[in-house]
């Protein structure tokens, strides 16, 4: 074994074997319970980030748990087509290089432009999967726009279509006026706007005013005056088709009936006065209505019959119907109405206005409001059986964990909205509906009529069902331009990555599966569609559990942002990077010269020296030990720094024990427990008490405690104390311990064959490395890798609770004779003050592993009786122990006195707080028998700790005075 552990050098080689040998393979056919995890799609679009990290850590740690344990263990790999992501990756690869738009090549070019892309980069992402060493079972790799699955997607739309939760409706939408499409809610960031602020907007080389509120005069037909209107976007009322007046305005109510003209184009605007106005930023009084707003909010849509136009055209320019304006972009329109209002003299003020302002999260357009034609799924009913599904104890089939998000859960599915799944965009599964179109249809009517569209799996089956309904018609078909929302192929994912619609094999070996494992700021946008989807197409919910994972943030609790350069990634904390690599790729990126020096002067601060080479395996355990932490994830590189530091620590005890063990050394083929050493007794026992507690942690999806506790057990147990313990046993090879030796040979073996098997699925490279260095036993063939090995469990012969007492008792002497060293490497005598009969056999039985851990020469037992040692540090253990340590050097009496006498006020302060506890008026009768006796234990407890530092402290006031007096 190298003398040093390396990571590159351990993780280098694993993965292709592990891939190459069939581990991570699932057999639909197995007998063994089956467990599956779909991996949440990453991106086609290309890096690996440190939530693909968590995600990745903490599935992994699952499936190699689960597999070990005995399950048909099902990891499913697959890449997200990300329809509106990777469009705008491609649109601006192509402007970069070509100077085109899509529109400048057409729909067919631009299409198969993306798939070259996908061909070219899209699988990155896989091939850091790898690195990353997940365990995934790349047989079954699929995309959510490959073949198998696009037929899943056709398939679902049409089914729900032909059970009426699929129509068409014109609504107000998201929309994105660059991208030129409708955007769900989770694609719309939103920032808070205080007061006027300028905001630089793509498109447009000044910066755009928000956050004012601005007034302008509507004059009333007739020469009847004006009306006084209030709006943030004054453009918009270039398509105002109302104003609305509160009922209980009395300066404009007796308007109701009557006509504004429009100061533009001439339009008559009618004032409607008996709606409640919903939107608190108008306050009480009269309002214009533009296609901005949802006439929906104010009751007066339908009422009156009123016509909604949209004033901007899809590219975010004032269309035909807005007279001298027309055709120029939206925030320029914002300053030449003002003008021309001013000029007419119809403009009254701007004011200062809070607002919330919504940008698209991909081209950081600000979003438009508008009325557009889109597909909707209806989503009330099956929100009631996804919601159901998790808060019916009677017929409960889903557990959301933490359970913190029930409450979230049951707040998005009772106030669910009916679902836009169309998009406007060209990468994504067509939408499978045709519209039929006759002789003489004008081209921009193209859609407008609902009951000429035939939804069908394909065009033949179109024609089919459109001559059914127009029977001897003449007439063509066009597609739907649109795609899906992506979220609709992912909504279908746990299905379709196992072959649904098919009835294939592994749908019915596999399905539903576990456990979905995802953020929680997706419960609604992705699970909560998969639940709905599932139950409804697959006759059940799609998994029975879903683990949340905290969101990631960097190490000051700030939002991870290229503009801040406290993105991460991953792969740069498995290799290493110097802070000269972090800002050169911080330079490859899209950043303006402002942001990249914030940047630039961030990596500076955060990772002065770069980052250090820490590995897959120190990377992974970190992100496991993480989530305890449920809502976000303060990520401190240098807690992985220090996992990969005990990377080297567990590399060093290995070696140790090999070296120990011999070239020669077969492991036995069982042990009796009562025949071993103390210490080989204890760390068994302990070894079983972390098994329980890992197995338990894991169960209970409670990762972090799982990681602490084998953790603990390497660190504390095996290493700061096993392995020192039985070193003397193979000092020099003493004949007196030849037994012993070989007791210590046999549970070393087993220690670290059972601890590497505990650790595997937190650490999987260096846990492979190491135990297929690990003596093969005689009695049985082993497995070919240690991730195909059995998960430990619990041997109940090994549980020793007597010994576990006792070096707990021997724990606490070594401790505080390891206070009294200050690190001192050379051995001293020490004394043990014994108070208690039992106590004493227990320290002699055990004398020689307290001088070994304690490093001691030599120890002696003394009782009340004799006479206290001399020249010694003592420090006070418990009411019945207190240890000297014979001082040596400039060591001063002063500094062990000054602490006991603090111990000795610390103790008086317990002893009064509780006092006065037990002597509450009514204590004895409120206070249950079981805590008075507790109390009643602790209190004599403290009064014999109290006397054993007075008694301490007279002794080091003895020395201190003889000192003097010599």
Partial sequence: MAKQYS?????????????????FKADAKSSKPPFVIALPPPNVTGKLHIGHALTAAIEDTMIRWRRMSGFNALWVPSMDHAGIATQVVVEKKLMRERNLTRHDIGREEFVSEVWKWKNSYGDAILQQLRRLGASLDWSRECFTMDEKRCKAVTEAFVRLYEKELI?????????????????SEIEVDYIDIKERTFLEVPGYENRVEFGVLTSFAYPLENNLGEIVVATTRIETMLGDTAIAVHPDDDRYKHLHGKHAIHPFNGRRIPIICDAILVDPEFGTGAVKITPAHDPNDFNVGKRHNLGF??????DGKINQDGGEFAGMPRFKAREAVTEALKKKGLFKES?????????????????????????????SGMAKGALDAAVDDDNKKLDIIPRQYNADWKRWLENIHDWCVSRQLWWGHRIPAWYVVFDGDKPEDFGSLDDRWVVARNKEEAKALASQRYKG????????PDVLDTWFSAGLFPMSVLGWPEDTEDLRAFYPTSVLETGHDILFFWVARMVMLGSTLGGNVPFSKVYLHPMIRDAHGRKMSKSLGNVIDPLDVINGISLEDLHKKLSEGNLDPRELAVAKEGQKKDFPDGIAECGSDALHFALVSYTAQSDKINLDIQRVVGYRQWCNKLWNAVRFAMSKLGDDYVPASSVVPDLLPFSCRWILSVLNEAISKTVLSLESYEFSDAATAVYAWWQYQLCDVFIEAIKPYFAG???????????????????????????????????????QRLPSSKHHSRPASIMICDYPSIVECWTNDRVESEMSLIDSIVRSLRSLSQESRERRPAFVLCRSMSDGEIICRQQLEIETLANLSSLMVISENDPAPTGCAVSVVNESLSVYLKILGSRSAEIDLEKIRKKMEDIKLQHEKLTKVMNAAGYKEKVPEKIQKANADKLESLKKEKLSLEEASQHMEAQISSSKQN
């Avoid at 607002?355 to 209806?378: A, F, H, N, T």
């Avoid at 018609?473 to 597609?479: C, D, P, R």
Wanted: proline share 6%.
């Fill in 7 to 23: 990571p590159a050098a351990v993780e280098k080689g694993w993965y292709p074997w592990w891939e190459n040998s069939g581990c």
């Fill in 309 to 314: 136009i949209n004033v901007f055209t899809d």
């Fill in 351 to 379: 004011t200062a206005n809070e607002m919330r302002l919504g940008v698209c999260s991909r081209s950081k357009d600000v979003v438009e409001p508008m009325i557009k034609p889109q597909w909707y799924v209806k989503c």
């Fill in 473 to 480: 018609k003449e007439f063509k078909l066009e597609q739907d």
């Fill in 733 to 771: 090879n003493d004949p007196k311990f030849t037994s012993e030796r070989a007791f210590a040979r046999d549970t070393l073996w087993l220690c670290l064959d059972n601890g590497l098997r505990l650790l595997h699925p937190f650490m999987p490279f260096v846990t492979e490395e190491l135990w």
């Fill in 167 to 183: 129509y068409r409706d014109n609504r107000l939408v998201n929309w994105d006026c660059i991208l030129r499409t409708a955007i």
